[in-house]
């Protein structure tokens, strides 16, 4: 289950690559603009300020988020990415780290460029840390005999799950796309007792918590915090630096 409040802990340092991926979308006044795994809309909302002239909604496969959105007054409806298609007048489609949980993203991509207009704009952000220590250390505690009935089958992403700015780039220009493609590595600056557990458990722990029990939970938490606290050290301010690679692509349909 995603929870509203402990992803917008980190709204913040969440929020910038939003924002740096949607400036380099130069769509004047479009029509319909689409967020895709929306959240809980605090970014949605500022979509409306860019394009006040526009339609703006979001899609979510969270209830809890949707709700959140929901309470915002936005235009929010749930569903799953994979199931989305473009409406009429659909000219730009933001995605903000999400589509690193659809598998099928690629094809789906190819298939958005298929049913959008002529200079309608696909803006993206995936997440490209998958095989960072805060990843492996998430996989090495789920191998614990410990945690192996409930984790044991666990379906864990790996570092393929996601392109290269380079692969992106090829894909959608193939498909007939004008393509700016890039990464970043955010060096976030965390402070708290237990930093960098706290940001996971908003995002890459959502489903090793729903298959655990609140005991077996706090148990994978004591077990997983040495591991964080090795691979990201505190500085004596208290200040805990998390490195973070995010992967951008904006293609405008020619």
Same mark, same amino acid.
């Given at each position: 289950?995603?929870?509203?409040?402990?992803?917008?802990?980190?709204?913040?340092?969440?929020?910038? *690559?939003?924002?740096?991926?949607?400036?380099?979308?130069?769509?004047?006044?479009?029509? !319909?603009?689409?967020?895709?795994?929306?959240?809980?809309?605090?970014?949605? $909302?500022?979509?409306?300020?860019?394009?006040?002239?526009?339609?703006?909604?979001?899609?979510?496969?969270?209830?809890?988020?949707?709700?959140?959105?929901?309470?915002?007054?936005?235009?929010?409806? =749930?569903?799953?990415?994979? +199931?989305?298609?473009? $409406? *009429?007048?659909?000219?730009?489609?933001?995605?903000?780290?999400?589509?690193?949980?659809?598998?099928?993203?690629?094809?789906? /991509?190819?298939?958005?460029?298929?049913? =959008?207009?002529?200079?309608?704009?696909?803006?993206?952000?995936?997440?490209?840390?998958?095989?960072?220590?805060?990843?492996?250390?998430? !996989?090495?505690?789920?191998?614990?005999?410990?945690?192996?009935? &409930?984790?044991? %089958?666990?379906?864990?992403? +790996?570092?393929?799950?996601?392109?290269?700015?380079? %692969?992106?780039?090829? =894909?959608?220009?193939? &498909?007939?796309?004008?393509? %700016?493609?890039?990464?970043?590595?955010?060096?976030?600056?965390?402070?708290?007792?237990?930093?960098?557990?706290?940001?996971?458990?908003?995002?890459? /722990?959502?489903?090793?918590?729903?298959?655990?029990?609140?005991?077996?939970?706090?148990?994978?938490?004591?077990?997983?915090?040495? =591991?964080? &606290?090795?691979?990201?050290?505190? !500085?004596? %301010?208290?200040?805990?630096?998390? *490195?973070?690679? !995010?992967?951008?692509?904006?293609?405008?349909?020619?």
């Amino acid at each position: 289950m995603w929870n509203p409040d402990t992803y917008l802990a980190f709204a913040d340092h969440r929020g910038r *690559p939003f924002f740096d991926l949607v400036n380099r979308v130069a769509a004047d006044a479009p029509r !319909r603009v689409v967020d895709l795994g929306c959240g809980p809309g605090n970014l949605t $909302e500022t979509l409306s300020r860019r394009w006040p002239a526009a339609s703006v909604s979001g899609v979510d496969s969270s209830p809890e988020m949707v709700a959140a959105a929901g309470e915002r007054g936005l235009d929010v409806r =749930l569903g799953s990415i994979a +199931d989305w298609s473009p $409406e *009429p007048e659909t000219d730009v489609v933001i995605s903000n780290a999400a589509l690193q949980w659809v598998p099928e993203h690629r094809e789906l /991509l190819v298939s958005w460029v298929q049913q =959008l207009a002529p200079g309608s704009w696909i803006a993206f952000q995936v997440p490209g840390n998958f095989s960072a220590p805060s990843h492996e250390a998430v !996989r090495e505690v789920a191998r614990d005999a410990a945690f192996a009935e &409930a984790l044991g %089958d666990m379906p864990f992403r +790996d570092a393929d799950v996601v392109g290269t700015p380079a %692969d992106y780039a090829g =894909l959608l220009t193939d &498909a007939g796309c004008a393509v %700016d493609a890039w990464e970043t590595t955010y060096l976030h600056e965390l402070r708290g007792q237990t930093p960098v557990l706290d940001w996971i458990t908003g995002t890459a /722990l959502t489903q090793v918590r729903e298959r655990l029990s609140a005991q077996d939970w706090q148990r994978y938490r004591e077990a997983i915090i040495p =591991l964080l &606290a090795k691979a990201y050290p505190a !500085r004596a %301010d208290g200040v805990t630096y998390f *490195p973070f690679r !995010r992967i951008f692509v904006v293609a405008q349909l020619r």
